[in-house]
């Protein structure tokens, strides 16, 4: 006889192996990883909560202490290889196979894991095709999430940094999963309810908070002169012209320097109002002098940002927030705001190929993409028009009658020629494709390929690759910007001067931008401290960014 | 526009800002090329003025000798040639005798590729602060830059005979990373940035009569402070060291026993010590001087 | 440490009357520029010193468009480099010449 | 040597000098009948806010004695103690005061006289050995700014390369041979002879009152240890002058 609640039935003896630990759903911290023993099994799917900012640290640190006895050949599914435990599990052997989407201070270790074989790679995801696979064929049996608080109950508050919290308590909540939850604290009344406890299995009270990163912090005392000159070539260039009133921002020192470029350079162009009214952003504490100076609408965030609470709850009119005050984030919302409803996306990356490929991954840091590839790609299942989408669609195909025209979403690559250390942003090929090579991938690990690329904007200048038509064309407009890289230095320049007088590589003193005006005087704050002074106090920087 | 922050602007700026329009001259310039006899046995890149700046200028009409020290080059640090430029400065404003000397710290401390001579430069240095100001030269120090003002500079800040210091402005002989390495993380956590500041930084030391005067983070707060600490210099004789001795004495019995610098002024009364580090230049001014309780500065 | 010299014809002599000026500081990434006149009105020389050792094509592509694009005629420019990215050396090379023809800042 | 040895050589007569909590006070009679005061860090204490208090309260107890002896250092001494309670309380002032009671004494008829016997370091000889007018050393006397293993990881260099440098240049490494090479160790004196007899000859060239010039740079510039201290502190004096 076929049965058709296996899954429902195998979850009951799952809660029932755990019972032992919990009273009620409250299961003390000491007998956390007895619990994991319990209620996992070999060969499970477990999620570990945790993207580029939010952890759910204890948990994590719980599962790399289980006997690998017990444990073994977890399949993990999850948003982040961040933690030092996130490795252990594999070294240990208590997992084997994993998916996911990022890594950022893990991405040496993780590349010698694969090397070593000590890790069965399924894929490098973007954040929202891994929540996507949550609902079709990656779905969790156990997912270990973090929360700020729970009632007794076991409702759930997820607060700020709600992130991907829900996504991922869907897909293993309503498909016969469990969920735990590790929580700051217990407490009588919840500031709100994020999470309903009849979808929330254990709930185990941490002896610290879970860890956040301030990784959207960035100190405008770092930001250097030729950051400044590019911030000013996308403002004029880019955002001017096409009118961008939707966006979404990297998280690199050239946007951190256009959010500060806004109440000083972008108002003296006359552009407040203008562009970028509307965001899919977390709360960047750089954007705070352009909200405090009117040019921000609406933020929606896939975080939040330490040190940003206060700021946020005083300044609903912009952010999301419940009854409480406090932010509602939500990634994988956020995510699709990014990919459909946003007309631009702009962030740095570290190499780009002659295409206009472009990749962070190098060939011993397996760094995962998070979410910029979605945003970093033209949506071909968009059918609302705007200005600057048609506008673009008209630029990369002026033939095709007009209402027949798809539009194009800016996809802009923005920074120096050269990084850190000298190393040049331009390549022959991508550092990925020797990656793949050596990891026998079936794909290179791309984080915005050339095709959905339509601008690239270095201290040399812009480079419109909508008006590029053909593949020579294409690659001598990049290497037209491409500096005294090795790239640059090979262009044909009776090429890139015509293609300059065209318009599709423009220099700065084509848009009447002098490089010696980019000061650092004119940034809305130069330091960390101003921008506490732009909030009224309100923004509480992470110590670590303090000079006070 | 508004003056320039201090902690942005480079020596070069902050001389030439702080000082009467075009009224600087400089000794031993840049195009002298006096760099460091020493930098080249590390491998590492000279600066044509070593990284100090020394010569004199007008401020409010009336002459000083200026020194600056850049405090992004080699971390500020005192070497040989960086070191003899204000040690000669010194000497030449003791044998004047009438033209103060006004000293912009930015300073890690003694350069170590060159650390015998950083070393005795210090010690040159500060017998020629105490022999100018024996000879009645005002001797003012500002600190308020990226490199603070640590190790030998620390003790020359000391020497002065007035100081003024911004809030971003650093003060101490051992620099955070060289407690903790030394003594370990427990001891001090070089990272945790809000502890390195309330423990040297410049609220710290203007609430513990460290400095004299606070100035607010712009060029034009600390040519104010100049000309006032200028006036207000103490001599340095008997009397004045004897005072400092009672003020440093009575520092330790009153503050000795706190653990935080949160310790040291709620003792001192402050309601809301919590809320200094983060209060706003004017607003900390008024409570830290309702609070301070040695009026006159004796150093 | 590497010692690069760059002789140029220059088209136009440089602006202004001041005798010498500089610009920028020697720290990681940046470097500093003193320029001085005395050379014959259409010549420019370019000194650098550098502990990246090995970019001389670079240098030497950076110093050939700072010759084309501004007049530095006359002018010798001394270099202490701290392992500046070239689009800080020509940032700084521009700025080095604006200084000396008397711009304020 | 030891301190007991040390001042028993000096003061074959006796003295009232005591050590108390690492730190030495009091005075001596060398053999030709003139008076000595003495203070000190012995036992390589490290020198922090409390310490310095104390030596400089010494000081000008000496200064406002009425007397005109001179005040010799002994400094066998720690670096700077490395804590967050001395840097809070203002460590730098502390010792910058001590230098500057030591100079001020100098000044006012005390000449100091410097004789380390130890290892001392930092901010510690800044402020105790290196601002007396005549500093004097004691064969196996181990002065140093840093030390090469710290050294090593500030510059990055390892510590052989270092040690390697140092033989082409006294200006960075620690030791007596590079101090004296830079003119900061005036001379190093002779243990086998009588401490006594060496110290007076020193203050007889130290006699009379007022300061006079700090040669330390022309030393250092002599013995070839410091190449441009001293001229380019001359050339910036003049220049100064002439700008007057």
């Known amino acids: 006889m076929t049965v058709w609640d296996s899954g429902r039935i195998a979850r009951a003896s799952r809660l029932q192996a755990g019972a032992r630990y919990a009273k009620g759903k409250h299961v003390a911290r000491k007998d956390a990883t007895a619990l994991l023993e319990a209620v996992i099994q070999p060969g499970d799917r477990v999620c570990i909560e945790g993207d580029n900012q939010k952890q759910a640290d204890m948990l994590a640190a719980a599962l790399a202490a289980a006997d690998s006895g017990k444990l073994h050949d977890l399949h993990m599914v999850q948003s982040g290889v961040v933690l030092p435990e996130h490795l252990d599990i594999f070294e240990r052997g208590i997992a084997r196979r994993l998916d996911y989407a990022f890594s950022g201070p893990q991405s040496q270790r993780i590349a010698r894991l694969l090397f070593g074989g000590k890790i069965e790679l399924g894929a490098v995801h973007t954040y929202l095709e891994l929540f996507a696979r949550y609902f079709i064929d990656l779905t969790p049996q156990v997912a270990l999430i973090a929360a700020v608080s729970a009632d007794r109950e076991g409702n759930l508050y997820t607060g700020p940094n709600t992130e991907d919290t829900p996504a991922i308590v869907e897909a293993t909540a309503f498909k016969d999963g469990i969920v735990i939850a590790q929580v700051n604290e217990v407490v009588d009344k919840l500031p709100r309810i994020d999470i309903p406890s009849d979808w929330v299995n254990y709930v185990i009270e941490s002896d610290k908070p879970f860890y956040v990163e301030p990784l959207f912090t960035r100190d405008p005392a770092a930001i250097t002169e030729t950051q400044i000159l590019t911030a000013m070539l996308a403002i004029k260039g880019i955002y001017a012209p096409y009118g961008v009133q939707r966006l979404n921002h990297g998280i690199g020192f050239n946007t951190a320097a256009i959010e500060l470029l806004l109440p000083t350079y972008g108002e003296r162009l006359g552009l407040k109002g203008k562009v970028a009214s509307y965001w899919a952003l977390n709360p960047h504490p750089t954007l705070i002098p352009a909200i405090e100076s009117g040019w921000v609408k609406q933020i929606h965030s896939f975080g939040s940002e330490v040190g940003m609470d206060d700021y946020i709850r005083a300044r609903s009119d912009v952010y999301f927030t419940g009854p409480d005050g406090s932010l509602r984030s939500n990634r994988a919302f956020s995510q699709v705001a990014g990919l459909y409803a946003c007309d631009m996306f702009i962030g740095s990356t570290l190499q780009i190929d002659l295409q206009g490929n472009s990749s962070t991954v190098t060939t011993d840091r397996v760094a995962g993409f998070g979410g910029a590839p979605n945003m970093g790609s033209d949506a071909r299942g968009r059918r609302h028009p705007s200005e600057p989408w048609l506008r673009a669609g008209k630029e990369a195909d002026p033939d095709s009658p007009a209402l027949m025209r798809r539009g194009r979403k800016l996809v802009v690559q923005i920074g120096e020629t050269f990084g850190d250390k000298n190393v040049p942003l331009f390549v022959e090929h991508l550092d990925a494709i020797e990656l793949a090579r050596k990891l026998d991938l079936d794909l290179a690990p791309v984080m915005v390929y050339g095709d959905d690329v339509t601008h690239i904007v270095t201290e040399e200048g812009i480079a419109n690759l909508l008006l590029c038509r053909d593949n020579d064309e294409r690659e001598q407009a990049i290497r037209g910007v491409a500096g005294y890289t090795a790239i640059g230095r090979a262009r044909d320049a009776k090429m890139v001067q015509r293609l300059r007088e065209r318009g599709v590589i423009r220099r700065p003193e084509d848009l009447g931008i002098d490089p010696l005006d980019a000061d650092r005087r004119m940034l809305a704050a130069s330091s960390i401290k101003d921008l506490v002074r732009w909030s009224g106090g309100l923004y509480a920087p992470p110590s670590r960014f303090r000079n006070w | 526009m508004s003056s ?49 700046i020394v010569g004199r200028g007008l401020l409010d009409g009336k002459p000083v000798f200026i020194a600056a020290q850049e405090g992004r080059f080699m971390g500020g640090a005192f070497g040989e040639v960086h070191g003899a430029k204000l040690t000669g400065l010194l000497r030449a404003a003791r044998d004047v005798g009438s033209i103060p000397v006004v000293i912009l710290f930015d300073t890690g401390g003694v350069r170590l590729q060159e650390a015998n001579a950083g070393e005795l430069a210090i010690a040159e240095i500060m017998r020629a602060v105490v022999e100018a100001r024996l000879a009645g030269v005002p001797v003012v120090g500002l600190v308020g830059g990226r490199a603070g003002c640590y190790g030998g500079g620390g003790l020359t800040a000391g020497s002065c005979s007035a100081l003024a210091v911004s809030e971003q402005g650093r003060i101490s002989v051992s620099g955070p990373e060289v407690i903790e390495t030394n003594r370990g993380v427990e001891e001090f956590d070089s990272k945790d940035r809000a502890l390195v500041w309330r423990t040297m930084g410049g609220k710290q030391r203007y609430l513990i009569g460290g400095a004299d005067v606070f100035a607010d983070d712009t060029v034009a707060s600390f040519r104010d402070a100049a000309r006032y ?60 001087d309702g609070l301070k309780e040695t009026r006159h500065v004796a150093r | 440490m590497e010692k690069l010299t760059y002789r140029h014809v220059a088209a136009l002599r440089a602006k202004g009357t001041r005798d010498q000026a500089i610009v920028g500081v020697v720290a990681s990434g940046n470097l500093e520029v003193l320029v001085e006149r005395g050379l014959p009105d259409g010549e420019c020389e370019v000194e650098i010193r550098t502990p990246v050792e090995g970019f001389g094509d670079v240098w030497s592509a950076v110093v050939v468009d700072f010759v084309g694009r501004s007049s530095p005629g006359g002018l010798k420019l001394s270099i202490n480099d701290g392992g500046a990215r070239p689009d800080m050396v020509a940032l700084r090379l521009a700025q080095a010449v604006r200084a000396i023809e008397g711009e304020r800042s | 040597m030891l301190l007991a040895d040390i001042l028993a050589s000096l003061f074959p007569g006796g003295h009232e000098v005591i050590v108390q909590g690492g730190l030495a006070s009091g005075r001596g009679t060398l053999p030709s009948g003139s008076q000595l005061a003495v203070i000190g860090v012995d036992g390589r204490l490290p020198v922090g806010i409390d310490e310095a208090a104390r030596l400089a309260r010494h000081v000008l107890d000496v200064t406002t004695s009425g007397s005109n002896d001179p005040i010799l250092v002994l400094v066998d001494s720690d670096s700077q103690r490395m804590s967050k309670r001395d840097e809070m309380l203002g460590l730098s002032e502390y010792l910058a005061h001590l230098a500057k009671c030591l100079i001020h004494a100098d000044a006012h008829g005390h000449p100091t006289i410097g004789l380390l016997y130890g290892h001392t370091a930092a901010g510690a000889f800044i402020a105790t050995a290196l601002a007396t007018r005549v500093l004097l050393a004691l064969p196996g006397a181990e002065p140093a700014v840093m030390d090469l293993p710290s050294m090593s990881r500030v510059t990055k260099l390892p510590i052989e390369v270092l040690q390697e440098k140092a033989k082409s240049t006294p200006v960075f490494a620690p030791g007596l041979d590079n101090l004296a090479q830079t003119g900061g160790v005036a001379a190093v004196l002779d243990p086998t002879r009588s401490l006594a007899d060496q110290l007076e000859a020193v203050l007889t060239t130290v006699a009379g009152t007022g300061l006079q010039a700090d040669t330390r740079d022309q030393l250092g510039k002599q013995r070839q240890g410091r190449p441009k201290a001293a001229d380019i502190a001359e050339r910036v004096r003049e220049l100064a002058l002439a700008s007057v």
């Open chain 2, 229 to 288: 600490v200028i006036e207000h210099a103490a001599a340095l004789d008997l009397d004045t060291l004897q005072a400092e001795q009672v003020r440093l004495e009575q520092r330790i019995e009153r503050f000795g026993a706190c653990a935080d610098a949160i310790d040291i002024w709620r003792s001192m009364g402050a309601a809301d010590p919590q809320s200094l580090p983060g209060m706003a230049f004017e607003d900390f001014v008024a409570l830290a």
């Open chain 2, 4 to 52: 320039p922050s201090w902690f942005e602007a480079s020596a070069r700026q902050r001389v030439k800002e702080m000082l009467d329009q075009d009224s600087f001259v400089e000794f031993i310039g840049p195009e002298q090329r006096e760099t460091s006899p020493h930098l080249s046995l590390f491998d590492l890149p000279e600066q044509f003025d070593d990284g100090m």
